[in-house]
């Protein structure tokens, strides 16, 4: 099992930043692609963004393209999405995911409880 916790969510601004980071345990993370999805009240889950896990290779969401950046640091077990520039409609708890590399929520065999992300106006 691979377990997976994600921290860095809050409150902020339109227009500021926050980081979030996804810890994961229990198994080789590395060897995982990982996601961010997320999932705003009375919407379905969506894509936010994934990264393979051995060439890095990224994929955005067109809502969050040039403004969120996903990254990994595998020493440390750790799956990063820093979000530049938020709008009032990321409002969302994101989701850290790990598996197959994809945009769809059935590519990710494990999933994190998730982190609230609130952008005022």
């Known amino acids: 099992q691979l377990q997976l916790v994600e921290s860095g969510g809050g409150l902020v601004q339109a227009g500021g930043s926050l980081r979030l980071s996804c810890a994961a345990s229990g198994r080789t993370f590395s060897r995982y692609a990982a996601g961010w999805f997320r999932q705003a009240p009375g919407k379905e889950r969506e894509f936010v963004a994934a990264i393979s896990w051995g060439t890095k290779r990224t994929s955005y969401a067109d809502s969050v393209k040039d403004r969120f950046t996903i990254s990994r640091d595998n020493n440390k077990n750790t799956v990063y999405l820093q979000m530049n520039s938020l709008k009032p409609e990321d409002t969302a708890v994101y989701y850290c995911?790990?598996?197959?590399?994809?945009?769809?929520?059935?590519?990710?065999?494990?999933w994190g409880q998730g982190t609230q992300v609130t952008v005022s106006s």
């Open positions: 995911a790990a598996g197959t590399f994809g945009a769809t929520m059935t590519s990710y065999d494990y």
